[in-house]
Every structure is written in C-alpha cells, then in structure tokens.
C-alpha cells in the first residue's frame, strides 16, 4: 500500500513524534510506501482566503464555489494541489493528532478546510446525477485511520465518562469527513493518559501501534451507512424501519451501537505518572 501519513504536533520530542516514527518504520518494514505531511515542521497555512483558489481580493468570496473553479481549472495554489496529489498518491491516510479541547489542532482543521475543496473531496456528482457522499464520492476506494492521544484515563472517555465516548468525539472527523468523501474508515488507534505515560510502557504502545498498522490493509471498517444504501430517504433521515424509536449518532451505524475502538490490550494500559508528553493532552479535558 501507499500509506500517507499526517501528522499535527508542534512537538518532535514527544509522545506523539515517537510513535509516528514507530509507525512510518512498522510500514516500510512491511513493504509499504510511505509518505508524510508533517503541518507544523512545514508550517501549513490553515487559513482559507482568496489566494487559496486565485480570485482578486476585491471579489466576493464564496468558498465553494470559488473552490470548485479552481480545482476544475487547476487553479489552486500550489500547497494545496502538492496535499492533493500526495493524497492521489495514496491508498490509505494516517491523521495523527492530539485531542485538543475536543477537537483537533487548528492547523489540522486547516489542512482539511483547504485540501478537501469542493468538486475534489465533496460536491462530487455520479453519472445518474446524485451527489456522492456518505461511502461514496472523490475518495472512495481509500482507506482512512486516526492516530490519537489523550490526557484522560480511558474510563472517562466510556459510554458513561464526563468526556464523552470516544466514538462520539470523533463522529465529526469520522463520519463527516472521511466516510463522507468515500473513505472507508478504519477503527481509531488511541493512547490514553499519554501525559502522565511512564517510559516503561512507551515499548507496549508502539507494539501495539505496529499491530494495528499491520492490519491495516485488511481491518474491518467501522460500519457507517451508505447514503444510498437505502436506508435514508430524501432529506438524508433514516427511514421509519430503520431503528425504530431511535436517535443519536449510533443510528448511523449499520450494527447496533458504535465499535469504540479496535486495539490490542496493550494500548489500554492505565497509567498514573509521568512527564513523557506534558504537551500532549485533551487540553484540559482531562
């Protein structure tokens, strides 16, 4: 496989570092290709603006449509066509990041702002005319998985725990990125309490990371929906049948209830000290 593997930390001594080496090694060990966008050592612009798509700053900007045009006439600045082509390049996508106040850093949210332009990674019609998303779309046949540490403990990132279940969190990036432009999406690798991870368990993690990259051309997907599946109606809302009674994200889900993960018991070792990432955390999440 081609693997591209993107990485947000502002931090190359850290946790994060250490196990995005591990896991670029694991793959060429493997046979893979392997390529990397690491956003902070080139310092992406997240910002989306006119330049972005060569329209005068006296012009009004619609996103979309000014994105559309551009990727349709080649027009994008070159920053964005280079991701682009890297992700042409690529059978799979490795997004690395910390949680950070719930969410991704700003650069990454940038990185997908301006890379996933309209008519490239959504917007995309088929031959009968139909808008290709949710399983289908400018990335289908690819494969999509998130790398991601975390200050909190697993248990408060559970069903019941304060922080909200970790499939729930990444629901956004999951299911509204990745399966929305096709990608088939790989269950996520995560490290919990990784700013309080002692060294003695550094060597338990990046074993298990090089379990789940070993898998990775064959893991089962996490098993989203398809728009047009049949199970939506017009305005994309599950029909009566489906799930009767039910609401919330796992409706989503054509099994009953959302796969929190997919990790080997040596990820989820609990941990109670250790300066080994002070940096990477949930940014007060935990």
């Keep these: 496989m081609n693997v591209l593997w993107i990485f947000a930390h502002p931090e190359q001594r850290s946790l994060s570092a250490a196990l995005r080496d591990e896991g670029i090694r694991a793959l060429r060990e493997l046979g893979h290709e392997c390529r990397q966008s690491d956003l902070y050592a080139m310092r992406w612009n997240p910002v989306v603006d006119g330049p972005d798509f060569g329209q005068p700053c006296e012009e ?26 890297k992700i042409a390049w690529a059978d799979a996508l490795i997004v690395q990041f910390p949680l950070w106040w719930f969410g991704m850093p700003a650069i990454l949210k940038g990185w997908f702002d301006r890379v996933f332009v309209k008519g490239y990674a959504y917007g995309v019609k088929g031959p009968d005319g139909r808008t290709l998303r949710y399983g289908d779309g400018g990335l289908a046949g690819k494969r999509a998985m998130v790398v991601l540490t975390v200050g909190a403990p697993e ?91 039910r609401s919330g994200l796992t409706v989503h889900y054509s099994t009953d209830g959302s796969p929190r993960r997919e990790a080997p018991a040596a990820s989820r070792c609990t941990t109670s000290s250790s300066p080994a990432e002070t940096r990477n955390r949930t940014r007060r999440a935990g």
Aim: aromatic letters at 8%; a negative charge.
């Design 155 to 245: 248990p408060g990132m559970g069903p019941r725990g304060a922080h909200g279940d970790i499939g729930d969190l990444l629901f956004p990036l999951q299911h509204g990125t990745f399966w929305y432009s096709g990608m088939a999406v790989v269950p996520p690798h995560v490290v919990y309490g990784a700013d309080r991870l002692p060294a003695e368990a550094y060597e338990d993690h990046a074993a298990a990371l090089r379990a789940r990259l070993a898998a990775l051309p064959t893991a089962d997907p996490i098993p989203f929906r398809h728009e047009n599946g049949g199970d939506y109606d017009e305005n994309l809302v599950l029909r009566p049948e489906v799930m009767p009674g």
């Design 60 to 85: 009004r900007l619609i996103v979309g449509a000014s994105s559309k045009r551009a990727y349709g006439d080649g027009t994008l600045s070159d920053d964005i066509r280079a991701e682009q082509e």
